[in-house]
């Protein structure tokens, strides 16, 4: 296969990558958002737990790929793959390390964005209970 565009192919991969351990960790920056929500007591929050917060989501969400983007250099054979009316893709031999570094990353991430859900989802449902026995009439 020829690359006829090589300055891409050097950085289609990594945006590849990036999409890999982005998707994922964003889902766990809205479950983990989520679940702050419906732990909350208080109406108002203040200033620096919102700063605290944000910068949380910022750290999974551009830090956390861009680390493992990173990382992958430690486990790549060389440095792309073209496939034919595909593309630049990027490849990984498949050792324990990279099983640790990029494969199982991603499933770890969706297992936390997993458990958040699943406690968020059980906040909501008291919340509900607790707001049916308010505005239900008493009988």
Sequence with gaps: AVSWAPVWCDISPRIILGTH?????ASLCINR??????????VTVSRSKKRRAIVVDLLIALFY?????ALQYIVQGYR???????GCF?????????????HAQPLIVGLISF??????IRLFAQRRAQLSKIIAPHR
Excluded at 80 to 86: M, S
Excluded at 95 to 102: E, I, K, N, S
Excluded at 115 to 120: D, L, N, T
Aim: charged share 5%.
């Design 65 to 69: 790929p861009c680390l493992m983007i």
């Design 115 to 120: 458990v958040y859900w699943a406690m968020s």
């Design 33 to 42: 958002r989520l679940y702050n929500i419906a732990c909350t007591q208080a």
């Design 90 to 102: 990027p490849f990984t031999y498949n050792t324990p390390p990279a099983f640790v570094l990029v």
């Design 80 to 86: 792309f793959n073209i496939f034919e009316d595909i």
């Design 21 to 25: 351990f982005a998707i994922p960790a």
